[in-house]
């Protein structure tokens, strides 16, 4: 919740609408560059309704995409920073094994960008890693400089030091309109505020938002099953601490990925989840009736019955997170088409946590009107075509 010392003013340098991982990120850069931010938060802090919250997120090394891949040192840096910065431990290193066909291109990628040649069979992943069943004929790809982010923690973590350097944060204030002009004008449940730059970093409620700015991205919600999987006999399953996360790739009973954090949160369960979901008003998405049918499930069942055979075959603690995909899977990170003191933070498609602090980095330095530390080609609004279709 605001700080009781911080006045309620009305006037700033930059609005940041959105306090998740993303929006906290790009407000602490700006906080840091000087900028007097603001940090608007519709819901009471901490809360479960987004996409940041839970304890655990995986951090990696190993991309299929460059243009990510290229991106992770400098966050592993700046996360280490922020551990520093805070004196607080938010990564817990425990390698990722990548599992898939041999030669499927994606895993492939992921092998050239970490810079190893060895891969694993079945027989040996055994060895290294003995509560994982390879398929016939399948291979694993191990990044060891991967891990586990404690997520609840990081978030906590980057908006004290967002308060420290003087940021203004502000949780249970919905905004209710936003009026684009050379001074933007954001009208919220509490009050009135206005700045030369504004930046959305708003999750499934992005969509929403940027409606009323002339824009229809193609944002689509999804309500994500997060299941956690007892061991079958405690400490039998080799999920000890050793345990690595681990992700999917191109396997034909999972085209959407399955991916695996080891027994973290909550004693002697495993984070397993299909990287997928069933689309969602983020309004609406906890009234989701219990028996409603959830197929993610029943690929969750196969795939721990196939590959972690340690683990019981149904969930034994079920959560939900939001996802907001865009169509290719890849970022939105630019300045609104015709408003350019507007800039649009969206589509972190369930792959977003860890990037975070470069996201940041980037949407401080597009407010800004810099030249931005990477190529944004990928995260551009107009590879989507047609939308401007709602200007006014």
């Known amino acids: 919740m605001a700080a009781p010392s911080q006045p309620h003013k009305s006037t700033y340098d930059v609005i940041v609408i959105g306090a998740g991982i993303q929006g906290s990120f790009t407000a602490y850069h700006l906080a840091q560059r000087h900028k007097d931010t603001l940090l608007l938060e519709q819901y009471l802090l901490p809360h479960s309704r987004g996409s940041s919250h839970g304890q655990s997120r995986i951090i990696r090394s190993a991309y299929p995409q460059e243009y990510y891949s290229r991106m992770m040192p400098d966050c592993f840096r700046r996360w280490q920073q922020l551990e520093a910065e805070t004196g607080t431990t938010l990564y817990r290193q425990t390698g990722l094994v990548l599992l898939g066909p041999p030669g499927e291109p994606e ?3 992921c092998r050239r960008s970490l810079g190893v040649d060895e891969v694993l069979d079945a027989a040996a992943l055994a060895q290294r ?3 994982f069943r390879l398929q016939a004929g399948q291979v694993a790809v191990l990044d060891s400089t991967a891990g586990v982010l404690f997520a609840d923690r990081a978030l906590r973590a980057v908006q004290e030091v967002f308060r420290r350097h003087g940021g203004t944060l502000r949780d249970g204030e919905k905004v209710l309109r936003i009026e684009p002009g050379a001074t933007v004008t954001v009208t919220t449940t509490a009050g009135v505020y206005k700045a030369p730059r504004l930046i959305i970093t708003a ?8 409606e009323q700015l002339g824009l229809r991205l193609p944002l689509q919600p999804l309500r994500i099953d997060v299941c956690y999987w007892r061991e079958k006999q405690p400490g039998s399953a080799g999920l000890g601490s050793v345990t690595p996360c681990f992700l999917t790739l191109g396997l034909s009973q999972a085209p959407h990925g399955i991916y695996g954090l080891p027994s973290i949160e909550y004693p002697g369960l495993m984070k397993v989840c299909h990287h997928h979901g069933s689309p969602t008003d983020p309004e609406k998405r906890d009234q989701a009736p219990s028996s409603a049918p959830r197929p993610d499930i029943a690929v969750l069942s196969s795939f721990i019955s196939s590959y972690l055979p340690g683990l019981e075959t149904q969930p034994a603690v079920m959560e939900t997170c939001l996802y907001t995909n865009t169509p290719d899977e890849d970022f939105i990170l630019d300045r ?18 860890k990037l975070a602090p470069v996201v940041g980095k980037l949407l401080c330095e597009l407010s800004l009107g810099e030249e931005p530390s990477y190529n944004m080609a990928h995260f551009a609004i107009t590879r989507f075509p047609g939308v401007l279709g709602a200007a006014q």
């Open 129 to 131: 890693f003995p509560g």
């Open 203 to 210: 999750g499934a409620w992005t969509g929403a938002f940027v």
């Open 336 to 353: 609104h088409p015709k408003f350019s003191n507007i800039v649009i933070g969206a589509g972190f498609s369930g792959h977003g946590f």
């Open 107 to 109: 895993l492939e990628a």
